[in-house]
Every structure is written in structure tokens, then in C-alpha cells.
């Protein structure tokens, strides 16, 4: 099983970056899928769900109405779009699949810098 994040980087307050995350190892389309993230001292976060279909997607309130999340389960990958970033949203994200509730497999994350 592997998970694998990209597209992290520095942005500036304000700007937008788009996480992917490749999933191979497992049938990606019979799971939920989650970001988490973990900013610098702090604990994990969770930040947004989708289910297997993409048809369902639910948010952290914190980034409702920014933030995007979707799958294509034809290419096995998990995306989140994030726009207008906040300097306390620098952390690392982590993609995590889901079964009954419980995340059972992770990425390694992707750090994501919004600072000027």
C-alpha cells in the first residue's frame, strides 16, 4: 500500500496550491478518503473527507468554502484544492483512506508554507 502527496510548496497569504495524492496497493475506489494535517507543534487535524464515488465531500469548518476536495478513481488519485491560504494553515498534509471511520493508511505528507 502506498500514498504518496504532492504539490505542496510556499505560497503567499492569500494564494492557492493544488495537493495531489497517488494511491496504488489498494482498490482506491472502495475507500473514503481524507486530508489531515499537522501544523508545526501542534497535533493532527482533520480537514476534509470524500466518499468512495466522489459524490459526497464534508469540510472542517475552519476551511469551508476554500478548500476542494475530489477524487478520480480512474487514475487512483485524491486531490485538494485550497484557496485564499492562511499563514496558520502551514502544515504538513497528509492524505489518509478510510474504512468504518478508522484512517488505515497514510502518505508520508507534503509541507505547505503560507508565509510572505
Known amino acids: 500500500v502506498q500514498l504518496v502527496e504532492s504539490g505542496g510548496g510556499l505560497v503567499q497569504p492569500g494564494g492557492s496550491l493544488r495537493l495531489s495524492c497517488a494511491a496504488s496497493g489498494f482498490t482506491f475506489s472502495g475507500y473514503e478518503m481524507n486530508w489531515v494535517r499537522q501544523a508545526p507543534g501542534k497535533g493532527l487535524e482533520w480537514v476534509s473527507r470524500?466518499?468512495?464515488?466522489?459524490?459526497?465531500?464534508y469540510y472542517a469548518d475552519s476551511v469551508k468554502g476554500r478548500f476542494t476536495i475530489s477524487r478520480d478513481n480512474a487514475k487512483n488519485t485524491l486531490y485538494v484544492q485550497m484557496n485564499s491560504l492562511k499563514p496558520e494553515e502551514t502544515a504538513v498534509y497528509y492524505c489518509?483512506?478510510?474504512?468504518?471511520?478508522?484512517?488505515?493508511?497514510w502518505g508520508k505528507g507534503t509541507l505547505v508554507t503560507a508565509s510572505s
Open positions: 470524500i466518499v468512495s464515488g466522489g459524490k459526497s465531500a
Open positions: 489518509a483512506a478510510a474504512c468504518d471511520n478508522s484512517m488505515l493508511y
